[in-house]
C-alpha cells in the first residue's frame, strides 16, 4: 500500500516488537515497516537461520534493528525497549507443557511490563488469546462470546489445557502490574490464526491446516475454531496502537467453522491432496459453532473485519 496516506503514520517514532520472528510477529513487523515505523525486533538468537526472512524485509534494512532478548532476562529486555515509543508484545511459547509455558508467558510478561514503565513508553499491545476467553464449560451456547469473557482457571487446569491456562495468568498479570505502574496496556485476543507464513519455519497454528494435506491426519475432528486471517491480526495490532481512545480488551476473530467445513473448504482449493473427508467422532452430534461477537462498532471503527484480497485459510 505504497501510495495510502496511512503507509506514513509510523514516521519517527520507534516501536519493539517481541518474538519478531514468529509467524504473526512478522506480519507485524512487516506492516509496521510499510506504515514508516523504526523497528527493534527482540529474538532469542537474531542469528538463527530461521530469522533471516526479517532481515529480506522491505524497509528493513534502514529501519530494522534486530536485538538478543529473553523474556526472563529482565536487562536484555529493558535495553531492548529502552528509547521506544511503543511496544508489541507477542512473544510467548505456545505448548500444553505447563513447565515450558508458565514462566516465560506470566513472568516475562511481567518482566515486560515493568520495562516498559521504567522506559516511559507511550502504549504497550499485548497479545493474548481466545483462550483467555472463551474456555468456561458453564457459558450457555446462546451467550455471545466477546470482550467480557474470561476463561475458567479451574477449568483449564482441570482439563490440562496449559496453553490457556498460562495465556490467561499472562493476561491477567499484565492487565494487574500495567494499573500498578500506570502503564497503557491495550490488549489483542486473537482466534485461530492462519495465513501465509513469512517465516521459513512452520508453526503451532499452521500445523493445524497443514496436517490435513500431508495426510498426517486421516480423520478431522468434531470440534469448532474460530478463525482469522494473520494480515488482519498484524493490522489490528497496528490500529489499536495508532489509535489513542482504544482501550481493553479487542477479539479479533472472522468466521467460526466446524472442523468438517474446513477440511470442505481445502478440498475444494486443493483437491489433489489426500484431505480427509471422515470425522473422527461418529458418534456424538456434530459441535455447534459458538456464538463469536465479531462485529461489534468500536472494533470495527478500528478495522477488525477488514478483509484481505487473499481469504484462503492457508
Ligand atoms: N497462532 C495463533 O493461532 C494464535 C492465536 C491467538 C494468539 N496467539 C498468540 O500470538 C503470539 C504469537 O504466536 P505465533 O502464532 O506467531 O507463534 P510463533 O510463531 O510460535 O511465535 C512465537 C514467538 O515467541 C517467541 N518465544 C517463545 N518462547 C519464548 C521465550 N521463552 N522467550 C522469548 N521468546 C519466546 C518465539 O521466539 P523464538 O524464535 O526465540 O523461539 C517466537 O518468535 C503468542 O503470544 C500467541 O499466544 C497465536
Ligand atoms: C516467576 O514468578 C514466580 C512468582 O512471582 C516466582 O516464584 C519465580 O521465581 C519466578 N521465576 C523466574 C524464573 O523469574
Ligand atoms: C508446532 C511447531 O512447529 N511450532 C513451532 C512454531 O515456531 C516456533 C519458532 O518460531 C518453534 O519454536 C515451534 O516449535
Known amino acids: 500500500m505504497p501510495n495510502d496516506s496511512s503507509s506514513v503514520s509510523g514516521h519517527g517514532q520507534t516501536v519493539c516488537v517481541t518474538g519478531a520472528g514468529g509467524f504473526i510477529a512478522s506480519w507485524i513487523v512487516k506492516l509496521l515497516l510499510e506504515r514508516g515505523y523504526i523497528v527493534r525486533g527482540t529474538l532469542r538468537n537474531p542469528d538463527d537461520p530461521k530469522n533471516a526472512h526479517l532481515r529480506e524485509l522491505e524497509g528493513a534494512q534502514d529501519r530494522l534493528t534486530l536485538r538478543k532478548a529473553d523474556l526472563l532476562d529482565f536487562k536484555s529486555l529493558k535495553e531492548a525497549i529502552n528509547g521506544c515509543d511503543g511496544v508489541f508484545h507477542t512473544a510467548s511459547p505456545m505448548t500444553d507443557d505447563p513447565e515450558q509455558m508458565m514462566e516465560p508467558a506470566v513472568n516475562g510478561t511481567k518482566n515486560l511490563i515493568v520495562a516498559a514503565a521504567e522506559a516511559k513508553v507511550k502504549r504497550v499491545v499485548f497479545t493474548s488469546s481466545?483462550?483467555?476467553?472463551?474456555?468456561?464449560?458453564?457459558?450457555?451456547?446462546?451467550?455471545?462470546?466477546?470482550?467480557s469473557c474470561w476463561s475458567n482457571l479451574e477449568y483449564c487446569k482441570n482439563t490440562k489445557n496449559w496453553y490457556c491456562y498460562g495465556k490467561t495468568v499472562a493476561e491477567q498479570t499484565a492487565w494487574e502490574e500495567a494499573k500498578e505502574k500506570g502503564v497503557d496496556l491495550v490488549v489483542v485476543n486473537p482466534v485461530l490464526v492462519v495465513g501465509p507464513l513469512l517465516q521459513p519455519t512452520v508453526n503451532a497454528?499452521?500445523?493445524?491446516?497443514?496436517?490435513?494435506?500431508?495426510?498426517s491426519a486421516k480423520t478431522y475432528a468434531n470440534a469448532v475454531n474460530a478463525y482469522v486471517h494473520v494480515r488482519d491480526v498484524a493490522l489490528a495490532h497496528i490500529l489499536v496502537y495508532e489509535t489513542p481512545s482504544a482501550s481493553g480488551r479487542y477479539l479479533c476473530g472472522e468466521s467460526v467453522l466446524h472442523r468438517g467445513d474446513v477440511v470442505e473448504i481445502l478440498a475444494k482449493?486443493?483437491?489433489?491432496?489426500?484431505?480427509?473427508?471422515?470425522?473422527?467422532?461418529?458418534?456424538?452430534?456434530?459441535?455447534?459453532?459458538?456464538?463469536?461477537?465479531?462485529?461489534?462498532?468500536?472494533?470495527?471503527?478500528?478495522?477488525?473485519?477488514?478483509?484481505?484480497?487473499?481469504?484462503?485459510?492457508?
Open 130 to 147: 481466545i483462550g483467555t476467553v472463551y474456555m468456561n464449560p458453564t457459558r450457555s451456547p446462546d451467550v455471545v462470546v466477546d470482550e
Open 205 to 215: 497454528s499452521i500445523m493445524h491446516i497443514l496436517k490435513y494435506l500431508t495426510g
Open 269 to 314: 482449493f486443493f483437491p489433489e491432496y489426500p484431505i480427509p473427508t471422515k470425522c473422527s467422532d461418529e458418534v456424538k452430534p456434530r459441535v455447534k459453532p459458538y456464538n463469536l461477537q465479531v462485529d461489534n462498532p468500536e472494533a470495527t471503527r478500528l478495522g477488525r473485519g477488514v478483509h484481505s484480497s487473499e481469504t484462503v485459510p492457508i
